[in-house]
T-cell receptor, first 112, second 115 residues
Framework: GENVEQHPSTLSVQEGDSAVIKCTYS??????FPWYKQELGKRPQLIID?????GEKKDQRIAVTLNKTAKHFSLHITETQPEDSAVYFC???????????FGQGTRLTINP | GAVVSQHPSWVICKSGTSVKIECRSL??????MFWYRQFPKQSLMLMAT?????????EQGVEKDKFLINHASLTLSTLTVTSAHPEDSSFYIC???????????FGPGTRLTVT
């Protein structure tokens, strides 16, 4: 079956510092790799995604890097701000079943 | 564009009763919708994939007779929790797929509390 591992489970950083969250997956056919941000009681919100034809994508303070050979992708947040505090999920698309499989989540806390 | 709504946003029901949750794609047609369940401080777990006009595909361990899914139109899927128990209390989230497999739009979720 599909295996998605996300690390770390919790991450606390000082405001202004960078945060990195890593996601490993098992389906070598996956070709779509999104990251979601979820605030308490709200729906998951897509913040950035990458497809397997590129290795890195950046959107202002957020970036995603992909290593398809090693089957992992990472979320990078620079110049963190208090509003970045939330739970972040990776959810690679399982190609055969055409479904997203969510990682366990990372609770990110930005300390002012 | 690509708005998905859910109704109700929260519901409290008594043990043994049934409750229906609706998921609607408001400005696009969704041939496929997904139902997730999220317990406190846990991840989203896919319960089932719902295809318009056909039977839903349930994930392993999800009781299809307990969680009834109907996808009668291209804009509406419903999840009915039958004979609800307190352990069914959870946050239920639907998503609707757009034209491409990687386009998924999430509803705001429904918080179910069974007393």
């Amino acid at each position: 079956g599909e295996n998605v591992e996300q690390h770390p489970s919790t991450l606390s950083v000082q405001e202004g510092d960078s945060a990195v969250i890593k996601c490993t997956y098992s389906d070598s056919a996956s070709n779509y790799f999104p990251w979601y941000k979820q605030e308490l009681g709200k729906r998951p919100q897509l913040i950035i995604d990458i497809r397997s034809n590129v290795g890195e994508k950046k959107d202002q303070r957020i970036a995603v890097t992909l290593n398809k050979t090693a089957k992992h992708f990472s979320l990078h947040i620079t110049e963190t701000q208090p509003e970045d505090s939330a739970v972040y999920f990776c959810a690679p698309l399982i190609q055969g079943a055409q479904k997203l499989v969510f990682g366990q989540g990372t609770r990110l806390t930005i300390n002012p | 564009g690509a708005v998905v709504s859910q109704h109700p946003s929260w519901v409290i029901c008594k043990s043994g009763t049934s409750v229906k949750i609706e998921c609607r794609s408001l400005d696009f047609q969704a041939t496929t919708m997904f139902w997730y369940r999220q317990f406190p401080k846990q991840s989203l777990m896919l319960m089932a994939t719902s295809n318009e006009g056909s039977k839903a595909t349930y994930e392993q361990g999800v009781e299809k007779d307990k969680f009834l899914i109907n996808h009668a139109s291209l804009t509406l899927s419903t999840l009915t929790v039958t004979s609800a128990h307190p352990e069914d209390s959870s946050f239920y989230i639907c998503s609707a797929r757009g034209l491409f497999p990687d386009e998924q739009y999430f509803g705001p979720g429904t918080r179910l509390t069974v007393t």
